[in-house]
C-alpha cells in the first residue's frame, strides 16, 4: 500500500514539473470557475464553450457561451443540410467542434433545421430575439473568412441566411 502511494506521488510530480509554468492570477481562476459554473447550469459543453467561434459570438454581441454556440450551431447546422457535398465538407473543416456547436441546440429543434424560420425558433428558445441571427451571421461569416473559407462558401450562406454578398 505505501508503495503504491509513493509511486502515486512521484507520478504526480514528474506529470507537474513536465507541465509548461503558466502564470496565474486569482482572478484568472475566479474568472474561469465563473464560466464553467455558468456552462454547467446551462447545459454547454466545454468544447462548445471553448470553441473559437463561441468566444468570439459571445465578446462580439454580449452573449452567453450559450446562446453563442446555440445560436451558431442553428444557422451552421440548417446550412449544412442545405449546402453540396464540396461546400458542406469544406464547412466542417472552417469550423472546429462543428458537433459540439450543434450539440448546443436547445431540445429537439436540431433535427427540425431546414429553413431561416426553423433557425428563428432555436433563437428563441435560446432567449434571444430572432432577428439577432442578423447579428450572428456576419461574425460567423467573417470568422470563417479569416478561416480561409472559398468565397464559394461564403457566398452560399450569406444567401441562405439572408445577408448582402
Known amino acids: 500500500m505505501l508503495r503504491k502511494l509513493n509511486v502515486m506521488a512521484l507520478s504526480a510530480v514528474l506529470i507537474a514539473a513536465a507541465m509548461p509554468a503558466h502564470a496565474l492570477s486569482l482572478d484568472s481562476l475566479v474568472g474561469d470557475a465563473k464560466k464553467e459554473a455558468s456552462n454547467l447550469m446551462t447545459g454547454v459543453s466545454k468544447e462548445a464553450a471553448d470553441n473559437p467561434l463561441t468566444s468570439l459570438l459571445s465578446s462580439d454581441l454580449n452573449v452567453n457561451d450559450d446562446q453563442a454556440a446555440g445560436g451558431a450551431g442553428a444557422l451552421l447546422a440548417m446550412a449544412y443540410q442545405e449546402l453540396g457535398t464540396d461546400q458542406a465538407s469544406e464547412l466542417t473543416k472552417m469550423v472546429p467542434g462543428l458537433d459540439s ?54 457566398g452560399s450562406l450569406s444567401s441562405l441566411w439572408g445577408q448582402a454578398a
Open 101 to 154: 456547436l450543434t450539440g448546443a441546440i436547445p431540445g429537439d429543434l436540431g433535427s427540425m433545421l431546414n429553413n431561416m424560420e426553423s433557425v428563428n425558433k432555436v433563437f428563441d428558445a435560446l432567449g434571444l430575439d430572432p432577428t439577432m441571427v442578423t447579428q450572428y451571421a456576419p461574425v460567423i461569416l467573417k470568422y470563417l473568412g479569416e478561416q480561409g473559407a472559398s468565397d464559394s462558401l461564403l
